[in-house]
């Protein structure tokens, strides 16, 4: 089956500073890739759509200038949180979308604790 | 908007029980809906995707309807495990093909 993996899994960092999420697909081509972000006991909601070439989609009330996405190849998409604050620790988890049908192959999730 | 509404939000069974997970949703203009099981602290597993056009999705012991009309689906697990404990969610996919998820539904299969 198809596989998306995310790097880091768990990352802790201090309050001001920016941390780079990964999401790559292994064994496809993901022409579209979405972002999530869940919170404790909370379901996910999906943050920003990201398609290969282009400026990605962010859903509203999510910050574009403080969550950057990049989606520089069909494989790989980043989540970058800028001037991470405590209140931005949450489980964010990825998504790719294959070409070929509707269905989403989620990452394994990246934990983000701000201190 | 779509909503979903994922009933009960909690679930606690004997091992060897048979249950029904639900999903509600409101905009029956989907392109497919999934059912998820989620761990604790882990990401999604994917059980079952049922396209706009099918009825219903079967896997070992799971099986998944849709009702697109009625803006329904139901997840059934047969013969519980205590393995089968984790949090269900079930999303659904418009447009855009980006999933909404409901909340969940906790499971507890006690031995």
């Known amino acids: 089956g198809a596989v998306v993996s995310q790097h880091p899994s768990w990352v802790i960092c201090k309050s001001g500073t920016s941390v780079k999420i990964e999401c790559r697909s292994l064994d496809f081509q993901a022409t579209t890739m979405f972002w999530y972000r869940q919170f404790p006991k909370q379901s996910l909601m999906l943050m920003a759509t990201?398609?290969?070439?282009?400026?990605?989609?962010?859903e509203q009330g999510v910050e574009k200038d403080k969550f950057l996405i990049n989606h520089a190849s069909l494989t790989l998409s980043t989540l970058t949180v800028t001037s991470a604050h405590p209140e931005d620790s949450s489980f964010y988890i990825c998504s790719a979308r294959s070409g070929y049908t509707y269905e989403q192959y989620f990452g394994p999730g990246t934990r983000l604790t701000v201190t | 908007k779509q909503e979903v509404t994922q009933i009960p939000a909690a679930l606690s069974v004997p091992e060897g029980e048979n249950l029904v997970l639900n999903c509600s949703f409101t905009?029956?203009?989907?392109?497919?809906l999934q059912w998820f099981r989620q761990d604790p602290g882990k990401g999604l597993t994917s059980l079952l995707l049922?396209?706009?056009?099918?009825r219903e999705q079967t896997s070992g012991r799971l099986n998944a309807s849709l009702d697109k009309s009625s803006g329904r689906s139901t997840l059934y697990i047969a013969a519980s495990q205590p393995g089968d404990s984790a949090t269900y969610l079930c999303?659904?996919?418009?447009?855009?093909?980006?999933?909404?998820f409901g909340k969940g539904t906790s499971l507890l299969v006690t031995p």
């Open positions: 905009d029956s203009a989907i392109y497919n």
């Open positions: 049922i396209q706009s056009s099918q």
């Open positions: 999303a659904v996919g418009n447009s855009g093909y980006a999933l909404n």
């Open positions: 990201s398609n290969e070439g282009s400026k990605a989609t962010y």
